[in-house]
């Protein structure tokens, strides 16, 4: 299938099972697993993640209304929509029994406007612990809760947090204060008699590094595609004694598309943005910065050709790029382009990417374009 596409994403069906095996093991068999999979399953394909995973997780999480019902076609599993869902979609969400992260008095009471007392709307309570980004202060959950309490409708279904931090640059923990929080918001609830179904506060690293902080669910994201945020990540989790193993998921592949042989002094790419100094031969190849390869790669970036590198010269332009091949031998049109993953041996990661551009693995891999074939493998 592959020899149809200019450009494309291969995802390991062996290695997302031993990932989600590993992380089991590690957390422990009582701990919820929610998978997440916004940003199209960071890149992997919402459809084709759900379709390996959902024997195996209990819960998904995406970041919008469009992306829980990409995940509905494919299977039954309980939902959770972490990102900001519009007015004129709630209703839709109540109907289609999602439940939704909430912060607000707006989204409480369209929730109830559309709710039933057979169909109530099921939320999870945000707080704000020190990320500041999306929540409610503890000092404002009192009030809030009253006004959840007079709302028909509304079951109060989980209560969250997300660490900013869970480390310093020393590696002594940091995050306690986060939890702390948390647990008085916790304690507010138990106060005013509230029983909540699902506390949930660590995302990958918390779930893996610290037990306090799964409670009665995780929410594993760059985990499940065997990524940590940086290579760095790797040697800290050995440091704090945690021992498992993940395996990257995902490979992109292109084609060359154009080869040519040019003089010394003749220059490559828009604004003329590279001049040959000797006689050499390139390669054009089809992927671009609209496929998600970004144009900072463009003086430190390389692929791979035939199990061997070839460096990227000149700019990097929408569809397509150019590549040094003087080195290689026996080069053809057609012939498969490795931008992540391994070739006869050698291989060229998402964190080896991430680092030439000081950026991390999320952005790498959520930022290839969700219209390239996604193909289990």
């Known amino acids: 299938m592959q020899d149809k596409h200019r450009t494309w994403v291969e995802i390991s069906r062996n290695r997302i099972q031993k990932n989600i095996t590993n992380i089991r093991q ?13 940003a199209n399953a960071y890149g992997a394909g919402i459809q084709e993640i759900v379709s390996m995973t959902k024997s195996a997780v209990d819960w998904y999480g995406v970041n919008s209304l469009r992306e829980a019902n990409v995940v509905r076609k494919n299977c039954n599993k309980p939902i959770l929509i972490l ?4 007015d004129g ?6 109907k289609k029994n999602y439940s939704i992260l909430v912060y607000n008095y707006e989204t409480v009471n369209l929730l109830s406007k559309y709710s039933t007392f057979s169909q109530k ?3 999870h309570i945000k707080i704000d612990t020190g990320l500041t980004r999306l929540g409610l202060f503890v000092e404002d959950l009192p009030n809030f809760i009253k006004h959840v309490q007079k709302t028909p409708n509304i079951k109060i279904e989980g209560l969250c947090t997300h660490y900013a931090r869970l480390m310093d640059d020393k590696d002594n923990d940091i995050y306690q204060h986060q939890l702390d929080k948390f647990k008085r918001a916790e ?9 909540v179904d699902i506390k949930h506060t660590a995302s990958s690293m918390a779930a893996i590094l610290y037990k306090k902080t799964r409670f009665d669910m995780v929410r594993i994201g760059i985990l499940i595609y065997g990524l940590w945020g940086g290579k ?16 990257p998921i995902l490979s992109w592949k292109t084609r060359v598309i154009s080869i040519k042989t040019i003089d010394k002094g003749t220059s490559v790419g828009y604004m ?23 144009r900072r790669y463009a003086k430190k970036g390389k692929v791979l050709i035939g199990g061997q590198f070839a460096k990227i010269i000149g700019k990097i332009t929408m569809n397509m790029c150019i590549v040094d091949i003087s080195k290689i031998k026996d080069v053809k049109i057609g012939d498969i382009v490795v931008i992540i993953g391994k070739s006869k041996g050698k291989e060229i990661t998402a964190y080896d990417v991430a680092e030439a551009i000081n950026t991390s693995t999320y952005e790498i891999i959520a930022r290839i374009d969700p219209l390239i074939p996604r193909i289990l493998v």
């Not at 304690?187 to 029983?195: F, R, W, Y």
Request: hydrophobic share 45%; net charge positive; proline share 1%.
């Open 89 to 94: 979609n709630i209703q839709e969400v109540v």
């Open 187 to 195: 304690n507010i609830l138990q106060k005013i008699g509230i029983s």
């Open 272 to 294: 003329n943005s590279w001049t040959a100094s000797k006689k050499i031969k390139i390669a054009i190849i089809g992927t671009g910065y609209y496929d998600g390869l970004d």
């Open 121 to 123: 709307a099921k939320i």
């Open 232 to 247: 760095d990540m790797i040697p800290l989790v050995k440091r704090k004694g945690k021992k498992i193993n993940i395996y």
């Open 26 to 38: 590690c957390i422990g068999k009582d701990v919820l697993l929610m998978a997440v999979v916004k």
């Open 83 to 86: 990102g900001y869902v519009a």
